[in-house]
T-cell receptor
Framework: KAGVTQTPRYLIKTRGQQVTLSCSPISGHRSVSWYQQTPGQGLQFLFEYFSETQRNKGNFPGRFSGRQFSNSRSEMNVSTLELGDSALYLC??????????????FGQGTRLTVV | GESVGLHLPTLSVQEGDNSIINCAYSNSASDYFIWYKQESGKGPQFIIDIRSNMDKRQGQRVTVLLNKTVKHLSLQIAATQPGDSAVYFCAENYYGQNFVFGPGTRLSVLP
């Protein structure tokens, strides 16, 4: 069974640009969550999507947005990039239906560098 | 939101010894916990989970202990190996909410 796949693995953007990251969950998983990981802040929750609907949202500005498609694949977008957006962006998928307590499996992440 | 913390940011152990990584959580309503291992350049890898109706759960060479009275979680690794060197995160979850991760503990296994 293939794991969680994130593309691209590495990305370099300049300030002010926008970026779109992609995540393909494990087959059969309907929940996709996004996290930002930085040395200073650790793993910070961005948002969670389930059945194409945003179910939870973290404390990030509106420049961070996401969506989920009918095949459960998800994208996140960051507009007007700032230097502080440089981070490892991780996607996690889980079965998470009505039973919310299921383990989440992470992808390798996308390393975003803003210059 | 609620945060999950760790007592020890770094831990060095001799190969073959047992390791204990601790975690304090702040939300007494949290009822599901996971330990993750993250190696350099990789995403976090699920190790073991525990629900709040349990106080101990064992896996292969790992044991998680949950003390709800003092809101404390620990991960015990038996016979620590060089491949166990990584950063370990605990994460808490309250039904309907997102996971909250601790800052992580770096485990270094000495030869």
């Amino acid at each position: 069974k293939a794991g969680v796949t994130q593309t691209p693995r590495y990305l370099i953007k300049t300030r002010g640009q926008q970026v779109t990251l992609s995540c393909s969950p494990i087959s059969g998983h309907r929940s996709v969550s996004w996290y930002q990981q930085t040395p200073g802040q650790g793993l910070q929750f961005l948002f969670e999507y389930f059945s194409e609907t945003q179910r939870n949202k973290g404390n990030f500005p509106g420049r961070f947005s996401g969506r989920q498609f009918s095949n459960s694949r998800s994208e996140m977008n960051v507009s007007t990039l700032e230097l502080g957006d440089s981070a490892l962006y991780l996607c996690a998928s889980s079965l998470a239906g009505d039973e919310r307590h299921t383990e989440a499996f992470f992808g390798q992440g996308t390393r975003l560098t803003v210059v | 939101g609620e945060s999950v913390g760790l007592h020890l940011p770094t831990l060095s152990v001799q190969e073959g010894d047992n390791s204990i990584i601790n975690c304090a959580y702040s939300n007494s309503a949290s009822d599901y916990f996971i330990w993750y291992k993250q190696e350099s350049g990789k995403g976090p890898q699920f190790i073991i989970d525990i629900r709040s109706n349990m106080d101990k759960r064992q896996g292969q060479r790992v044991t998680v202990l949950l003390n709800k009275t003092v809101k404390h979680l620990s991960l015990q690794i038996a016979a620590t190996q060089p491949g166990d060197s990584a950063v370990y995160f605990c994460a808490e979850n309250y039904y309907g909410q997102n996971f909250v991760f601790g800052p992580g503990t770096r485990l270094s296994v000495l030869p």
